[in-house]
């Protein structure tokens, strides 16, 4: 099989594909193709990776025109004709030559981001973002001698939203944030929700108003490509319905005289 990998250093006039022969193995992923091409064949390509286990994130990137995470994505699977999820049209890189899925494999850097070298992207912008929305808990008073119960339905709320592991794949999935720069995107609105239906958080309320305006809540247009990308399947798209479900009841008693979320 054949892997084509962006390249793309400062000075260069524009970005270009370089193709490398692989002898696809049983088990062999995207993450192990590129160690045998920076082993065999060209060491100064670049790509991030870490843990190899699908925990840190880092390996993040656009995988036969689908962000993925290299270190799970089996040659096999994508040679066999499985193109992942099918998403909404989103922005992505120009790719200027003829490709056949059944012998070829794109590895690109994530979109939406400036691209520093080869596969490695700037992730500022993202954990600005994430940043932003004060990823802590702000534990309610008075804070109990042991530990907060909670309840199994609460738990379970909870556990949809806290597998994430910041790989940035739905970011760049995501067509608002590919046309906005200042949406805060799905990954830290997801975020934000989990703090929001928290029940040890104390500022609640404040949480689902801290994402009321056109960069936050409302922006978003349910493409669902973040949700189908994720490799932990976070939901942000339900989170951010919820959200403006809670909005709009809150804005509705409020003109009625009403109190409370």
């Not at 994130?57 to 096999?76: F, K, S």
């Not at 970011?171 to 040890?200: Q, S």
């Not at 309320?205 to 493409?223: Q, S, T, V």
Request: proline letters at 10%; hydrophobic letters at 35%; a neutral charge.
């Amino acid at each position: 099989m054949k892997l084509k990998v962006f390249r793309f250093r400062p000075g260069m006039d524009r970005p270009r594909y370089d193709t490398f022969a692989i002898a696809s193995r049983h088990g062999m992923t995207v993450l192990g193709a590129l160690f045998e091409v920076q082993a065999l064949y060209d060491d100064s390509l670049s790509f991030r990776y870490s843990c190899r286990g699908a925990v840190c994130g880092t390996c993040a990137m656009l995988i036969n025109r689908v962000p993925r995470l290299a270190c799970r994505t089996q040659l096999e699977a994508l040679l066999a004709g499985n193109p992942g999820p099918a998403l909404s049209q989103y922005p992505l890189p120009e790719y200027p030559e003829p490709w056949d899925p059944e012998e070829e494999v794109i590895v690109e850097p994530l979109p939406h981001l400036p691209v520093i070298k080869d596969l490695i992207v700037d992730m500022t912008t993202f954990f600005d973002d994430y940043r932003a929305v004060l990823p802590v808990l702000k534990e309610k008073e008075p804070v109990p001698e042991k530990e907060w119960r909670m309840t199994p339905e609460a738990v379970r709320e909870l556990e949809l939203y806290t597998p994430c592991i910041l790989c940035g794949a739905c970011y760049a999935a995501c067509p608002v944030n590919g046309k906005n720069p200042r949406y805060l995107g799905p990954a830290a609105l997801a975020k934000l929700w989990r703090f929001r239906i928290d029940p040890r958080e104390r500022d609640a309320a404040d949480r689902l108003r801290a994402a009321d305006n056109p960069e936050g809540w409302w922006a978003c247009e349910f493409h669902t490509n973040c949700r189908r990308v994720c490799p932990k399947s976070v939901p942000p798209d339900k989170a951010i319905g919820h959200a403006r479900q809670e909005l709009n009841r809150m804005k509705k008693n409020q003109e009625s005289g009403e109190t409370g979320p």
